[in-house]
């Protein structure tokens, strides 16, 4: 579930299910991104939420790719 920041337009982080997502995974897709983007990750009751603290390209796009390349991981 992507966050849209509707002030600034872009976006800031996003909510992964617990029930879902593994961590191990997503700290995986962390690191396969580490030369694009930095992320930070908190657990927010049933969701992970991973917030992009820094990126090489667009926010929006890194965190679209970055959540897409996690669905696949995934299967």
Sequence with gaps: ML???????????????????ILGKI?????AYSDIA???VEEIGEY??????RSKYDGR?????FENYLIDSMN
């Design 3 to 21: 966050i849209i920041d509707r002030k600034k337009h872009s976006i800031d982080y996003i909510d992964l299910s617990k029930n879902i997502y």
């Design 27 to 31: 700290e995986s897709a962390i690191n």
């Design 38 to 40: 930095k992320f930070q």
């Design 48 to 53: 992970y939420r991973v917030h992009l603290i």
């Design 61 to 65: 796009v890194t965190l679209k790719e």
